[in-house]
């Protein structure tokens, strides 16, 4: 072993192992958010990089002390921002296993069991999503990137490549802006790329979608993708999926969900109905590192019909053709944009078969009755106003005294905001709606209690009044 004994090898994990341990098992006692020191970040610039290296345990030690501690805790049962990754130690297991045999997952060749547990994964994923059996999709590093994959894929399909200027796709004000930096990244330019608004309700407002596409086509452009949202990052509402569907239908485009966050309310036995109409989907984006309780980065990319990602992507480089997939076989790299890609898809399965999918089901069903039950906290308080009701897991409020006007409103719920970061209790952050700043909570982390829920919301009352002493003095 190059660089390391067996007996530093077998110490080094046994540490790593306890450190996580002791971390997963008194998150609650952590602060949700660390921002390492000006003195922790000129400590870090100056190790360098030494030519005789450095002893294993002092590095290790180093890392844990310096780096892992200094982060937002994604995982932490009070982190409300954004939105979390409450990843089970299920899935680290899954991680550490994989990295340990650091399969290629590209070819049948290299990793044929591997390859054939994604076939299954995703096998099972799109019978959730109610996809046929021509359905076909692979694990991805995130949500962006299943974007990306998912349109590159709807281009091929629905446009020449002499087209490829003139292709107009539609996205909504809510769409998480990782559509339209694929978009970009595919080339298209700001005038192909069409924003469509959005109802009170911030769903995609159909009725403009249509018009819209009616006057590109009337202007001789090629509409060819729809990108609908199961869940948007700001509120966690759904796009309305059969209107959007018969729109794509009608004039025979693309039609993509963004379901990153929401897509996996399919596994709740009790709200999957929400997202019905997802079947229409030619492919859906379905992060696994949000709310399938997975560590980073996995993502998956689902399309009803795999033949379309083999189309796109399949190419024929010399030094590969050892490596052919027959009959059921597939040759991963053939079917998206990483050559060389680690096996994704093996702590989710790990995850499945030791959970069950009841379970699973129960830790999502949690998020979304959590969300719910945080709003009848919050009408409780007084000065307190819900923005947009608790949809898939997010809600979003403010502290908004008749009294004060809407700009003194503002800084207030960025300032407590602030408070409560600085606190570290909990993370709670804010995001714009209706021209409104307001705080923003996503609760789909299952090991939140309601005390945590109850907590965080005096807290965040007590930094309101604070605030509003401050700013308004
Ligand atoms: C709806 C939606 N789509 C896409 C993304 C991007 O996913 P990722 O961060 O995994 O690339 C996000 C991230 O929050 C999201 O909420």
């Known amino acids: ?6 007996e530093e090898l077998y110490r080094s994990v046994q540490t790593i192992v306890k450190t996580y341990i002791d971390f997963y098992d008194t998150l609650r006692e952590k602060k949700a958010v660390t921002i390492a020191s000006d003195d922790v970040i ?3 610039r100056n190790i360098g990089f030494s030519k005789e290296g450095r002893e294993l345990d002092q590095v290790i030690h180093e890392m844990i002390e310096t ?9 932490h049962p009070r982190f409300f921002a954004f939105v979390p990754s409450p990843a089970s130690p299920l899935s680290w297991i899954g991680d550490v296993l994989t990295d340990s045999y650091n399969p290629h ?27 046929p059996k021509t359905a076909g999709g692979l694990f991805v590093s995130g949500g962006s990137i299943a974007n990306l994959t998912a349109l590159v894929v709807a281009r091929h399909a629905k446009l020449s490549e002499d087209m ?14 990782s559509a339209a930096k694929a978009l970009r990244i595919m080339g298209l330019t700001t005038e192909q790329i069409r924003i469509i608004p959005c109802d009170d309700q911030l769903r995609m407002d159909t009725r403009s979608l249509e018009k819209a596409i009616l006057q590109d086509l009337e202007a001789g452009k090629k509409p060819f993708v729809v990108v609908a949202t199961a869940g948007t990052t700001n509120t966690g509402c759904i796009d309305p999926l059969h209107p959007i569907a018969d729109i794509c239908d009608r004039y025979d485009l693309w039609f993509h969900v963004d379901g990153a966050y929401g897509a996996s309310v399919l596994v709740s036995n009790e709200y999957h109905h929400l997202l019905d109409g997802i079947s229409r989907a030619d492919s859906i984006t379905w992060d696994a590192h949000k709310w399938l309780f997975q560590t980073y980065a996995c993502s998956m990319i689902l399309f009803k019909n795999s033949h379309d990602l083999a189309n796109c992507f399949s190419s024929n480089p010399e030094y590969l053709k050892d490596a052919v997939a027959e009959n059921d076989e597939v040759n991963y790299w053939e079917w998206g944009i990483e050559l060389t890609r680690p096996a994704r898809s093996l702590k989710l399965w790990l995850t499945l078969q030791t959970l069950g999918t009841d379970k699973l089901s129960e830790m999502v069903t949690h998020g979304i009755q959590y969300a719910q039950r945080l709003e009848e906290i919050i009408k409780e308080k007084p000065n307190w106003e819900i923005v947009t009701s608790a949809q898939l897991a997010i809600i979003n409020f403010r502290y908004a005294p008749k009294s004060l006007s809407e700009h003194s409103c503002d800084q207030i719920n960025e300032a407590i905001s602030h408070k409560m970061t600085e606190n570290g209790f909990a ?18 982390h299952p090991e939140t209690t309601e005390k945590d829920l109850k907590e965080t919301v005096e807290l965040l009352n007590k930094y309101a009044i604070e605030a509003s002493e401050e700013i308004l003095s």
């Open 164 to 177: 490829y200027f003139n292709g107009v796709a539609y996205l909504s004000q809510q769409t998480h802006f």
């Open 1 to 6: 072993m190059e660089g390391i004994t067996k």
């Open 105 to 131: 997952a590209g070819t049948w060749l290299e990793s044929s069991s591997a390859s054939c547990i994604e076939q299954e994964t995703i096998k099972w994923l799109c019978q959730k999503a109610g996809y």
């Open 67 to 75: 780096i892992y501690a200094n982060q937002a805790i994604m995982q």
């Open 427 to 444: 993370c709670v952050l804010t995001t714009q709606l209706k021209g409104k700043t307001v705080l923003r909570i996503c609760s789909i």
């Open 42 to 44: 000129q400590k870090l």
